[in-house]
């Protein structure tokens, strides 16, 4: 069992930058990579960024590239979300989740991520 905790949301305005934070707590030798999702209102969860704890290997959706930063600390059980260049667009629900097993691919698909935060709203005003 793994419990994911984020914080470090809030209110910021455009062109400004947040760092999320995700502390994981129970069986982490197991938790093999962490990713950030995010929902707005009245749209679909969305994949933001993925890291593997064991190589540091990152993969980001297309809308962050260049904005937004993964990262882990292996010591602290903690993955980051770096988040600059903020968009209005940008505001949603931010959730990490872990998959319960390794894997079939490099990188867990989005129904593989078992456990989940309970999420950090992120709201960028224009």
């Known amino acids: 069992q793994i419990e994911l905790v984020e914080s470090g949301g809030g209110l910021v305005q455009a062109g400004g930058s947040l760092r999320l934070s995700c502390a994981a707590s129970?069986?982490?030798?197991?938790?093999?990579?962490t990713a950030w999702f995010r929902q707005a209102p009245g749209k679909e969860r969305e994949f933001v960024a993925n890291?593997?704890?064991?190589?540091?290997?990152?993969t980001y959706a297309d809308s962050v590239k260049g904005r937004f930063t993964i990262s882990r600390d292996n010591v602290k059980n903690t993955a980051y979300l770096q988040m600059d260049s903020l968009e209005p667009e940008d505001t949603a629900a931010y959730y990490c989740?872990?998959?319960?097993?390794?894997?079939?691919?490099?990188?867990?698909?989005?129904?593989?991520?078992?456990?989940w935060g309970q999420g950090t709203q992120v709201t960028v005003s224009s």
């Open positions: 989740a872990a998959p319960r097993y390794q894997c079939r691919q490099y990188f867990c698909t989005e129904d593989e991520f078992y456990y």
């Open positions: 129970g069986r982490t030798w197991s938790r093999y990579q």
């Open positions: 890291i593997l704890w064991s190589l540091g290997s990152t």
